[in-house]
């Protein structure tokens, strides 16, 4: 099988991706795979030294841009037509996947006029634009979360999970003895996480918490966090821009601090680990409130809302998890009891039925 992956921009719609192609290569070491993104997104960073084929088109997102941005889009769209024509031509894919972000969008559009089937792809709970709009075209659309099918046509449905990176999946729930804290807010970071861990790691002291933190702060605000560590003396924090191992990270790790996206939880239940959430109270229909109240309810987490997190409340909350590791274990079994770990496999065999249907 050729398979094209279309979209990314960030790692919850790139590492999505990047577990079906892997397990697409597992099940067929002749198959073939190729990605499509913008130079901007994660791909660009990533998959060059993964060994992957990446193409790269020169589109713009259209969310939030105003009318001035949609007009300025409608050259870009048209250049980034002509583009995946080209690539497509050239690559000769059996199937396209489409797994969400603009970049997706031309894509799957030039899929259709070639009559090349493609299918999507949805992680979150709500669905992004691109895949709405393009809902009607595709073969099948595979979800991650049984509710975002509710705006889509429901003949085309297939619960599926989220794919995960095998080495992700293969991780054990049982916590490290001595383990650190892992905290990341996507792969971009977030502003917000980054200053309330800041200032709140020198008040775990008080509470008699000494404990190495693997911090990932994003490109934008590295310097800034490594700053504010260097002046607070703090010697036990690893601040870097981004993980690209994260099996790694989540492995070392007893307890996460981060947001509440659909990938990050995926990963956080195949793997098994507690974390304390706090949602990005800016996304879409508040979708990422609504995953981390749920694991909350399963036991698996703690949510705290950005708005009414001070630093002293987010050091207490750390404290009082870390001092309680048979919680943490607890915490960790119910994270695992709700895992999918075979997201991928499920995906990559919805594409083998597509084509047998011709």
């Not at 089937?117 to 709500?126: D, G, T, Y």
């Not at 504010?228 to 981004?242: A, D, H, L, R, W």
Request: net charge positive; proline share 4%.
């Amino acid at each position: 099988m050729k398979m094209l992956l279309a979209g990314g921009g960030t790692g919850g719609h790139l590492f999505p991706a990047l577990a079906i192609a892997e397990q697409l290569l597992r099940d067929d070491s002749q198959s073939e795979v190729c990605f499509v993104g913008t130079k901007k997104g994660l791909e660009a960073r990533l998959l060059p030294k993964l060994g992957f084929q990446l193409e790269f088109i020169d589109m713009v997102g259209v969310v939030g841009r105003g009318v001035r941005g949609i007009v300025q889009l409608l050259p870009k769209m048209l250049k980034s037509l002509r583009q995946s024509w080209l690539i497509l031509q050239r690559f000769q894919p059996d199937i396209v996947v489409g797994v969400g972000g603009y970049a997706s969008f031309p894509v799957l559009i030039t899929s259709k006029l070639k009559g090349i089937p493609f299918i999507l792809h949805e992680q979150n709970a709500v669905p992004g634009l691109s895949n709405r709009v393009l809902a009607g075209f595709a073969r099948r659309i595979c979800l991650s979360i049984p509710d975002s099918g509710k705006r889509l046509p429901r003949h085309k449905l297939v619960m599926t999970g989220n794919p995960l990176r095998q080495a992700v999946a293969e991780l054990s729930s049982a916590l490290p003895g001595s383990g650190e804290i892992l905290a990341f807010g996507g792969s971009r970071g977030a502003h917000a996480i980054n200053e309330l861990l800041a200032e709140s790691l020198p008040l775990l002291r008080r509470h008699g918490v000494t404990v190495k933190v693997v911090h990932q702060t994003g490109d934008a605000d590295l310097d800034q966090i490594r700053a504010v560590y260097q002046s607070q003396g703090e010697t036990n924090i690893e601040v870097i821009p981004f993980i690209e191992d994260m099996a790694s990270a989540y492995k070392n790790s007893r307890l996460v601090i981060c947001r509440a996206g659909a990938t990050t939880i995926a990963e956080l239940c195949a793997c098994g680990r507690p974390a304390l959430m706090i949602p990005l109270p800016s996304s879409a229909a508040d979708h990422q409130t609504a995953n981390a109240r749920a694991m909350e309810a399963a036991g698996a987490a703690i949510m705290l809302t950005q708005h009414e997190t001070s630093a002293e409340k987010l050091a207490n909350t750390i404290a009082e998890l870390w001092l309680n590791r048979d919680r943490l274990q607890v915490m960790a079994e119910a994270a695992a009891s709700l895992g999918q770990k075979d997201a991928a496999r499920r995906v990559v065999a919805v594409c083998i039925q597509v084509l047998t249907e011709g």
